[in-house]
Each structure stands twice: as structure tokens, then as C-alpha cells.
């Protein structure tokens, strides 16, 4: 990923869980924070509710897929955190692209205005 960091510490999980805003679409949750940082962080996430570990892991790399195509339109300066739900398993990431495209990066941008 080119303007992004893997966020790895359970601790920086948390806190956007407890403390980030939130955004909502079929297929992923997406939580986000500004910070002062030069670039983005991210980090994937899926639960067991999803199914076992081949859908798991098929859901985080298609949404991985997806963001690395969008990156370049993502706001720079902020973590995130994606959360695959359970449609996440059977959509493809050109559809995850869509919805980061139509609701996600717009959410972001317009609390960014704020």
C-alpha cells in the first residue's frame, strides 16, 4: 500500500472502536479517526460470526483489495479500521470498491469539513 501503515496494536483497536466515528454498509464497518499523522493506518478485521477461516480471510483480503484501489482518494491523515460482515464473504472487491467509493470516502470527507 502506498500512502498506508498496518495498525497492529490491540490498543489503537480499541480506541477506535470506543472513540472513532463510524460508517455503515452491507458488506463492511468502517471505523475512522483523524490524526496528525502524514499518512493513513488501517487495519482488517473479522470476526467468527463471519464463518470459518477461508471466508474470514477471503473477506479481509477482498476488502484489502478495495481499499488499495481506492487509496489514492482516500483523505490522508487518518486510521482506520474495516470490519467485514458477513456479506463481505460473497461480494467481490470491485463492489466493495463501489460502496467505499459512494458512502465511505464521502462520510469521511464531509466530518473532515467540520
Given at each position: 500500500?502506498l500512502?498506508?501503515?498496518i495498525?497492529?496494536k490491540n490498543?489503537?483497536?480499541l480506541?477506535?472502536?470506543?472513540?472513532g466515528?463510524?460508517?455503515?454498509t452491507?458488506?463492511?464497518?468502517?471505523?475512522f479517526k483523524?490524526?496528525n499523522?502524514?499518512?493513513?493506518?488501517?487495519g482488517?478485521?473479522?470476526?467468527?460470526k463471519?464463518?470459518?477461516a477461508?471466508?474470514r480471510?477471503?473477506?479481509?483480503?477482498v476488502?484489502?483489495a478495495?481499499?488499495?484501489?481506492?487509496e489514492e482518494?482516500?483523505?490522508?491523515g487518518y486510521?482506520?479500521i474495516?470490519?467485514a460482515?458477513?456479506?463481505?464473504?460473497g461480494?467481490?472487491?470491485?463492489s466493495?470498491?463501489?460502496?467505499?467509493?459512494?458512502?465511505v470516502?464521502?462520510?469521511i470527507n464531509k466530518?473532515?469539513l467540520?
Amino acid at each position: 500500500m502506498l500512502f498506508s501503515q498496518i495498525i497492529d496494536k490491540n490498543k489503537d483497536f480499541l480506541f477506535l472502536y470506543k472513540r472513532g466515528q463510524t460508517v455503515v454498509t452491507k458488506a463492511v464497518v468502517v471505523y475512522f479517526k483523524k490524526t496528525n499523522r502524514p499518512y493513513n493506518r488501517i487495519g482488517i478485521t473479522s470476526s467468527k460470526k463471519i464463518g470459518n477461516a477461508v471466508k474470514r480471510n477471503r473477506a479481509r483480503r477482498v476488502i484489502r483489495a478495495a481499499y488499495r484501489e481506492c487509496e489514492e482518494i482516500f483523505p490522508i491523515g487518518y486510521d482506520l479500521i474495516f470490519v467485514a460482515r458477513g456479506a463481505a464473504t460473497g461480494v467481490k472487491s470491485s463492489s466493495i470498491k463501489k460502496m467505499l467509493k459512494e458512502k465511505v470516502i464521502p462520510e469521511i470527507n464531509k466530518v473532515a469539513l467540520k
